[in-house]
């Protein structure tokens, strides 16, 4: 008997073709799940500072409506925060809103958090407003409170919508960098009638 040899007509191994192209697609795809993890890591950092700026915007807040009867003393005429010209140790600072305004820039800035020397436990940038929105009106009947707008300002990481809160508008370069919340303070006339 003869041992005859059959070859089959089906696949004996892979081509170096066929190789190139799986390396191609796997490259891709490796190169698109970097990407989403680039994108992720920007996002966690967006979403921290957005963390970071409701704190000191309660922390605000709180400070006003604790010393409502002198609300007033809050408004502030220009950003406090990143470039402002407040101390850097309120220690010497009197009690009541000049105090609250220097501690909460320093917040603004950071320094709740240092790294080496570096200010960073808030956000980039870190800048507040107070504005009077509606002034309180103690006349008999009328007992109107005064609202105030507190709003702390950063730059984002990259661009969105600009935000319509004028707070710190213009000091980021493109406004579609800066984000912006706010909350309404309404401090009331206990005494009022």
Same mark, same amino acid.
């Given at each position: 008997?003869?041992?005859?040899?059959?070859?089959?007509?089906?696949q004996q191994?892979?081509?170096?073709?066929?190789? $190139?192209?799986?390396?191609?697609? @796997?490259?891709?795809? @490796?190169?698109?799940?970097?990407?989403?993890?680039?994108?992720?890591?920007?996002?966690?950092?967006?979403?921290?500072?957005? =963390?970071?700026?409701?704190?000191l915007l309660?922390?605000?807040?709180?400070?006003?409506?604790? +010393?409502?009867? +002198?609300?007033?003393?809050?408004?502030?005429?220009?950003?406090?925060?990143?470039?402002?010209?407040?101390?850097? *140790?309120?220690?010497?600072?009197? =009690?009541?809103?000049?105090?609250?305004?220097?501690?909460?820039?320093?917040?603004? %800035?950071?320094?709740?958090? $240092?790294?080496?020397? =570096?200010?960073?436990?808030?956000?980039?940038?870190?800048?507040?407003?107070?504005?009077?929105?509606?002034?309180? *009106?103690?006349?008999?009947?009328?007992?109107?409170?005064?609202?105030?707008r507190v709003?702390?300002?950063?730059?984002?990481?990259? %661009?969105?919508?600009?935000?319509?809160?004028?707070?710190?508008?213009?000091?980021?370069?493109?406004?579609? +960098?800066?984000?912006?919340?706010?909350?309404?303070?309404?401090?009331?006339?206990?005494?009022?009638?």
């Open positions: 008997m003869r041992a005859t040899m059959h070859l089959s007509s089906g191994g892979t081509s170096m073709v066929e190789l $190139l192209v799986t390396l191609v697609i @796997l490259a891709f795809g @490796l190169l698109g799940v970097a990407i989403m993890q680039s994108k992720m890591q920007v996002g966690t950092i967006e979403s921290f500072q957005r =963390a970071q700026g409701v704190v309660e922390d605000m807040s709180a400070r006003i409506s604790a +010393n409502g009867a +002198n609300a007033s003393s809050y408004v502030l005429i220009a950003p406090v925060g990143t470039g402002d010209s407040q101390p850097d *140790d309120c220690s010497g600072q009197p =009690a009541g809103a000049p105090k609250d305004i220097c501690e909460w820039s320093l917040a603004l %800035k950071g320094a709740a958090e $240092l790294q080496s020397s =570096a200010k960073v436990g808030a956000m980039v940038g870190g800048r507040g407003c107070i504005e009077l929105i509606q002034a309180p *009106d103690l006349t008999q009947g009328v007992c109107q409170p005064g609202i105030y709003t702390v300002a950063w730059q984002g990481l990259h %661009k969105t919508a600009p935000s319509a809160l004028t707070c710190a508008a213009g000091m980021y370069g493109d406004d579609s +960098n800066r984000r912006a919340i706010s909350v309404r303070v309404a401090v009331g006339m206990p005494g009022c009638s």
